[in-house]
């Protein structure tokens, strides 16, 4: 590894010490705090379930007097909803329905499919032990119970909690900015017509959708050429409008490559080479006191490093407590990869698994980073190590799935055809 190249463990360490976290709150209905972090921590003012109630369609019994063959007569229905307070009397049953009530003096509910009616009554054909199908109160939440913490990214099922103790809306934090620049003089934007020379821009809408899955506001400055009072206008206004700014191209050691120049002429550059690839001449800074992330033009590069740098960056700064990095899964090669040392590779890699529920990974056939169709055909990213001079056909190797949906053959799924393809008529 170059001397200058810091590795990725170190540069995402100093990015995430460079970045600061917004503390700036706001209150949010539910309906609208999905993927956003909770401000505060969160407690319960309710107990879940609010009473005993019953977790089957059945009878409320008394265990004691549950005898084989003995009729219990039959003395009410309690649903679900009900605004009354039962009292079970002795030598009877009351017909109680999931979620309701449990009557005063029932120790147990029997199962409906536990029961036989008969004229005299319900005669229990399974006898039931003390509190069986009985939900206690709070047996699920009491009150004062934490039950979200501060810096969490609401997911569902935590709107669905907060939802349950009567919370119309969350206090969150406010939402960050992230400015995003496309810079390169031979960038058009999509749509418009290309002239000799040009290529049409896709970096800022690929990094702009994945940096969206984290609730950012995202404010688009466009493309710039490389000019460098363009670029330093830019970069400028930026400083004053948004958290953090991200910039593709221009990051390496071009004629045109003003970026990090202009960055460290308004600000100052923290670090740049990381050692890894693609995306090596990844930039860390500052415009005044705005973060700066610099991505390589490279596509490939751009998405690469905007996944493993810029979206722990985003969460640090959203106050996320618990910033991971991506799941990595152990799987066999499938073929022999030689390579030069120095960097860690992330290679883009189609993974699947064998009959036995066993992963395997086949990189694609060329790991260029101007190549989009090598991520667009790739299911994952296969990481090996930045001393390694290759690995031979069934080493074990990292993978990075990009989702968390099964590859193709897994054996212990249902076996239905999920595609939504047309088949080919007959
Ligand atoms: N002499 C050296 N040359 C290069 C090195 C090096 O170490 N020494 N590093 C290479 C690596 S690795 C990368 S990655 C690239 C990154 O360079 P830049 O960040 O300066 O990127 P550009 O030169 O501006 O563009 C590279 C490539 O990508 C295309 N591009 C740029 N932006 C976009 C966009 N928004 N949408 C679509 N395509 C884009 C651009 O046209 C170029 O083809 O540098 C290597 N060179
Ligand atoms: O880092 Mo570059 O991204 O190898 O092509």
Not at 79 to 88: I, S, V
Not at 191 to 210: D, H, K, P, T
Not at 316 to 340: E, N, W, Y
């Amino acid at each position: 590894m170059s001397s200058n190249w810091l590795s990725l463990e170190a540069a995402l360490q100093k990015a995430l010490d460079a970045t600061p976290i917004v503390t700036d709150k706001e209150t949010v209905p539910l309906s609208q705090a999905s993927g956003r972090i909770a401000a505060n921590d969160i407690y319960a003012i309710l107990s879940v379930p609010p009473w005993d109630n019953s977790a089957m369609d059945g009878y409320a019994v008394r265990t004691d007097e549950v005898k084989e063959d003995k009729p219990l007569s039959v003395q009410s229905t309690i649903t679900a909803g009900m605004q009354e307070n039962a009292e079970l009397k002795s030598g009877s049953a009351i017909k109680i329905m999931t979620g309701a009530p449990i009557p005063l003096g029932a120790d147990a509910v029997v199962m409906v499919e536990n029961t036989r009616s008969t004229e005299a009554g319900v005669i229990v054909t399974q006898k039931p032990s003390l509190g069986e199908n009985i939900r206690p109160k709070a047996g699920d939440i009491a009150p004062n119970q934490k039950l979200v913490a501060k810096g969490t990214r609401l997911a569902p099922q935590h709107l669905m909690l907060l939802a349950s103790q009567g919370m119309a809306d969350v206090v969150v934090i406010k939402k960050i900015k992230v400015g995003l620049v496309a810079t390169g003089s031979e960038l058009v934007q999509p749509g418009a017509a290309l002239s000799q020379a040009q290529i049409y821009e896709s970096n800022r809408i690929g990094v702009q959708a994945l940096l969206s899955e984290y609730d950012v506001d995202i404010v688009d400055f466009g493309i710039v050429k490389d000019d460098k009072d363009a670029l330093r206008n830019i970069f400028t206004k930026a400083s004053d409008s948004v958290d953090i700014m991200v910039s593709s191209g221009g990051v390496s050691v071009g004629e045109a490559d003003f970026v990090k120049e202009i960055i460290a002429s308004l600000g100052f550059i923290d670090f740049w080479k990381v050692a890894i690839k693609p995306g090596k001449p990844f930039a860390l800074g500052k415009i005044n006191t705005t973060l700066f992330c610099g991505l390589p033009g490279n596509p490939v590069s751009a998405f690469v490093t905007a996944k493993l740098l810029v979206t722990p960056i985003i969460q640090k700064m959203q106050g996320q407590s618990d910033i991971r990095p991506p799941l990595a899964v152990p799987a066999t090669l499938t073929t022999t990869v030689k390579r030069r040392p120095g960097r860690r590779d992330f290679q883009r890699a189609t993974m699947f698994y064998d009959e036995n529920f066993n992963l395997h990974v086949t990189p694609f056939r060329t790991q260029s980073s101007g190549v989009m169709t090598s991520i667009t055909s790739a299911n994952c990213l296969m990481v090996i190590d930045e001393n390694s001079t290759g690995l031979e056909a069934g080493a074990s190797v990292p993978v990075i799935p990009f989702t968390l949906a099964a590859p193709d053959k897994a054996p212990n799924l249902p076996k239905a055809n999920y595609s939504t393809a047309e088949k080919d008529s007959e």
